[in-house]
């Protein structure tokens, strides 16, 4: 069905008519000019947005809509928990292209409300228009938590262990992996169509890529997941982060943003840099350097965080949590121990969206 066939709010009570509110918070969500959340007594709000754009962020020649719809929640919420918050509500504005119909904006939505109910977040509002060069996905999300809980960015001290949550690396080589393959497919699709052989190019648009054994890091470039467990676990264990951030844009730029912040200086360890084999195959079959990958891939979505040492044998106990350094004197930079024990200066490397491309 064609877009223009509902209109704008055809669209809005289509994508929204099948959702009940989860959060008490949560007053009143889609209907009105706006939603009403009623504040819990003794927290207070936090507010985050990002933007998806298309070409620049995602590439629809490879991902499903319904994996966009859940990974564009997720890349919200994981900000929430970065700040040791617990998100309650999310608002979705869209521009939307003629190329898209009905069914594929249900798709799209479809994943957000995945991602929503997973995580007990309401759909509470947003926006739709027109789009004249691709789709364009806005989220705002609101989380809250005791003032005491919050943890900054700026928390960081002397001698603070540096931990991080899960593995790196892995979602960058998952996205190496299908720009490969979308590179392979476009050559021989050109050469079909210079050839002006209809058999191969009627071959052609049934061809798949074959993705056996490469699973895990496909999964963690589409879906990706916001560690709520992580947060989850450290406050069971009694522990609350110095300074915390999550990694979107590469552990070296993520950890650079918490030393600047905290005017503190840094080491951290390549052996201790966690790794999924998966990821390190893929470097390998790419001639590209795991490090490196670990460093500056980003879209990871892992949680960085600090702790003091004195939560050292608590923060061990905590599942999936690897401590890779500690935290020094500003005078003394920002630094990597490489295996080899050469020491080398941390730059902020990973993805920037605004740098021109070469």
């Known amino acids: 069905m064609e877009i223009s066939e509902l209109g704008e709010f055809g669209l809005i009570r289509r994508l929204t008519e099948q959702m009940q509110p989860q959060n008490e918070t949560t007053r009143r969500g889609v209907g009105d000019d706006c939603a009403v959340i009623a504040p819990t007594e003794g927290m207070q709000t936090l507010v985050t947005t990002d933007m998806l754009m298309e070409g620049v962020h995602f590439d629809l020649t490879y991902v499903p809509l319904h994996y966009l719809g859940y990974k564009s929640v997720m890349v919200n919420l994981s900000d929430i928990y970065a700040m040791n918050a617990k998100p309650r509500q999310i608002t979705v504005s869209l521009?939307?292209?003629?190329?898209?119909?009905?069914?594929?904006?249900?798709?799209?939505?479809?994943?957000?409300?995945?991602?929503?109910?997973?995580?007990?977040?309401?759909?509470?509002?947003?926006?739709?228009?027109?789009s004249l060069t691709g789709?364009?996905?806005?989220?705002?999300?609101?989380?809250?938590?005791?003032?005491?809980?919050?943890?900054?960015?700026?928390?960081?001290?002397?001698?603070?262990?540096?931990?991080?949550?899960?593995?790196?690396g892995a979602a960058y080589m998952g996205l190496q992996l299908l720009e490969r393959e979308k590179a392979v497919y476009n050559q021989q699709w050109a050469n079909a169509q210079r050839s002006g052989n209809p058999q191969e190019m009627e071959r052609l648009k049934d061809v798949q890529p074959d993705f056996a054994g490469h699973e895990y890091i496909l999964e963690?470039?589409?879906?990706?997941?916001?560690?709520?467990?992580?947060?989850?676990?450290?406050?069971?264990?009694?522990?609350?982060?110095?300074?915390m951030i999550d990694i979107s844009d590469g552990l070296s730029s993520e950890l650079i943003h918490l030393c600047t912040q905290s005017h503190t200086g840094c080491r951290i360890y390549e052996e201790r840099i966690p790794l999924d084999y998966q990821t390190a195959s893929m470097a390998e079959e790419l001639n590209m350097n795991v490090t490196t990958c670990a460093l500056n891939g980003g879209e990871d979505y892992e949680l960085l965080f600090t702790v003091p040492l004195t939560d050292n044998e608590r923060v061990e106990q905590v599942k999936d949590v690897h401590i890779i350094g500690y935290i020094t004197k500003e005078s003394l930079g920002r630094t990597l121990i490489c295996r080899d024990g050469v020491e080398m200066e941390l730059k902020a490397q990973g993805w920037n969206p605004l740098k021109e491309k070469e």
């Open 95 to 130: 521009a939307i292209s003629k190329r898209f119909n009905v069914e594929m904006m249900e798709e799209l939505y479809e994943g957000m409300r995945q991602a929503c109910e997973e995580h007990h977040v309401d759909i509470v509002g947003g926006d739709t228009t027109s």
């Open 220 to 243: 963690r470039q589409m879906k990706p997941q916001a560690r709520r467990d992580i947060v989850e676990a450290l406050a069971e264990a009694g522990i609350r982060p110095t300074s």
């Open 135 to 168: 789709l364009a996905i806005s989220i705002t999300a609101i989380g809250e938590a005791r003032p005491e809980d919050i943890v900054f960015r700026n928390g960081a001290h002397e001698t603070d262990l540096i931990c991080v949550s899960g593995d790196l």
